[in-house]
């Protein structure tokens, strides 16, 4: 296997801690269709919001990439994020010329996000299985570095044997999703960021957060953030937040990954179904009350631990009101 030395690169994106606390801060865009994201992208630009970030979904099942070029030339400076591409949806050179087609639109603000997505979706709609996730994530993750970085790859890995070359480079920063202590340690290894997806934050500052620094210490290579994806509802009807927020925990606990996660974080319990502890955990989770105590909530996460912040409305009452709030509190920073 080619053997590089990417890892020991400063950096893309600078260090969370040297940057304003609005720019830490993003959004979680989800919207019907192509047109209502890049809407809901240009609304959230224009109340200040430095980071939009979508999933594979998030418009209506349109394709990220796609959706992301769109908004990227009818906005400024709001960085763009997928959170996330599924890897083996798409060879890693079709993710470069998609990547780098982004750039020369948008340049530096791309954060490309990349995971070994749902083994269940992925097995039951594409009809494709998944033997070892890190591990061809891990060799992903290497060619495209290489092609967009360097843009040339000569790799021969057990998953990818690829020789390209590209005329240019797009150095954009590469984050992967992480759930469990060794993804988080394979992010500190050549990653420039973990995609965080609904993980208690004590687990990710006593747990995730060492295992990070420890493979970003093995490769002697900065430490990539976290960027914790965390609900937020607007709302002070707790009872309606909670009920909503638990939901969404027994969808999340029915994918193998998250339920292991929660395991390790201490909640196992909920993820067996104790009521108790499923409100509990919903409590942990979620971000919730007026514009006042939301902003308050954030400013305490920023400032004690937590590198970077994706906020994922949950509607409850009135969503447009809503999210113009949520919108107004994260420009507010």
Not at 82 to 105: F, G, S
Not at 245 to 256: E, N, Y
Not at 276 to 291: H, K, N, P, T, Y
Request: net charge negative.
């Amino acid at each position: 296997m080619q053997q590089r030395d990417e890892v020991n690169q400063p950096l893309h994106v600078p260090a969370a801690r040297a940057r304003t606390l609005r720019e830490r801060v993003g959004v979680y865009i989800q919207a019907g269709d192509s047109v209502e994201a890049i809407s809901r992208i240009r609304e959230a630009e224009q109340a200040g919001v430095r980071q939009a970030w979508m999933a594979m979904g998030g418009a209506g099942f349109a394709d990220v990439l796609t959706v992301l070029a769109a908004a990227a030339v009818q906005t400024e400076e709001i960085m763009l994020g997928t959170a996330i591409v599924p890897a083996p949806t798409r060879h890693p050179l079709v993710m470069a010329q998609q990547a780098l087609a982004m750039h020369d639109l948008a340049p530096g603000r791309l954060r490309l996000g990349i995971g070994p997505g749902n083994p269940l979706y992925l097995e039951g709609h594409y009809g494709l299985r998944q033997s070892a996730p890190l591990s061809y994530l891990k060799e992903y993750l290497e060619v495209l570095r290489g092609v967009l970085w360097e843009g040339r790859i000569n790799y021969q890995g057990e998953f990818f044997q690829v020789t390209d070359t590209l005329p240019r480079t797009a150095p954009l920063p590469l984050v992967i999703s992480a759930l469990g202590l060794k993804a988080f340690r394979l992010a500190g290894e050549g990653a420039d960021g973990a995609l965080a997806s609904l993980c208690p934050v004590p687990y990710l500052l006593e747990q995730a957060l060492p295992a990070l620094r420890a493979g970003a210490e093995e490769r002697s290579r900065p430490s990539p953030p976290i960027i914790a994806c965390l609900p937020v509802a607007l709302s002070t009807n707790e009872e309606a937040v909670n009920s909503a927020v638990r939901r969404l925990i027994q969808q999340l606990a029915q994918a193998g990954a998250h339920a292991r996660m929660f395991a390790q974080a201490g909640w196992a319990t909920a993820v067996q179904g104790n009521e108790a502890a499923l409100q509990a955990l919903a409590r942990e989770l979620v971000i919730s009350g007026d514009e006042v105590t939301v902003r308050d909530r954030l400013h305490e996460l920023l400032a004690h631990g937590v590198d970077e912040l994706q906020l994922l409305p949950i509607p409850i009452a009135d969503e447009p009101m809503e999210r113009r709030q949520l919108l107004r509190v994260i420009g507010s920073l």
